[in-house]
C-alpha cells in the first residue's frame, strides 16, 4: 500500500524558513517522480514542484521559483521542500503526491498524502 | 501559462442524478486531463487520467470524456459518498487545476 507521511509544517513569521519531508512507502521510491501541491485554506489546488525519479529533472511554478526548493534522497525514501523567504500567501495545507512515471513532465498526481499545514504569519 | 476553467463551480443534486461536470482549456492539452475529488479535510484522490481512463478502484459510475480543450466528468448514478468538491488537473504542460465544482446536496 502506498503511503506518503508528510511533516514539517507549522507557524513561520513572513520572510522565516520551513523545511518539509515526506516519507515514502509502499512503492520503489526511486521508480517514480514525486510533487508537491498546496491548498490555501477554503481554496483550490495549486501545484508547487514536480521532480523527476533521479532529481535530474525539477520544475517550480512561478509563485515559489527563487524561494523554494525542491529535493531527494532515495536512499532514504524522502522527499523534501526547503522553503524560504516566507509570505503570508505561502499558508496553506502541502500535499506530497507520487507521479505515474519516472518522467517529471506528464507525470500525474495519483497517490496523495494527507498534508501538513504551513501558516505564514506575524 | 495554461489555464484551466470548470462549471459550474457549485451544483446542487440528489442521490441518483446523472451529474456533468465541465472542464476547459484555453489551449489544446491533448487528452491530458485528469480528474480528482476531494472530501473537506482530505487530501485529493485521483479519479480519471487521460481524459476518460478510470483509476484502479473507481466506481464504473464515474465516467470521463473529450479531448483538445473541452472535457467532461459525468457521474451516471450520484451516491451519497459522492458529496464533494472535483478538480480537472492538465499535465501537458507542467499542472494547471481547474477551481473545482463543489457538488452538494439538495
Known sequence: ?122 | DIQMTQSPSTLSASVGDRVTITCRANQSISSWLAWYQQKPGKAPKLLIYKASTLQSGVPSRFSGSGSGTEFTLTISSLQPDDFATYYCQQFNSYWTFGQGTKVAIK
Open chain 1, 1 to 122: 500500500e502506498v503511503q506518503l507521511l508528510e511533516s514539517g509544517g507549522g507557524l513561520e513569521q513572513p520572510g522565516g524558513s520551513l523545511r518539509l519531508s515526506c516519507a515514502a512507502s509502499g512503492f520503489t521510491f526511486s521508480d517514480y517522480a514525486m510533487s508537491w501541491v498546496r491548498q490555501a485554506p477554503g481554496k483550490g489546488l495549486e501545484w508547487v514542484s514536480t521532480i523527476n525519479n533521479s532529481g535530474g529533472s525539477i520544475y517550480y511554478a512561478d509563485s515559489v521559483k527563487g524561494r523554494f526548493t525542491i529535493s531527494r534522497d532515495n536512499s532514504d525514501n524522502a522527499l523534501y521542500l526547503q522553503m524560504n523567504s516566507l509570505r503570508v500567501e505561502d499558508t496553506a495545507v502541502y500535499y506530497c503526491a507520487k507521479g505515474d512515471t519516472a518522467t517529471a513532465m506528464l507525470t500525474l498526481f495519483d497517490f496523495w498524502g494527507q498534508g501538513t499545514l504551513v501558516t505564514v504569519s506575524s
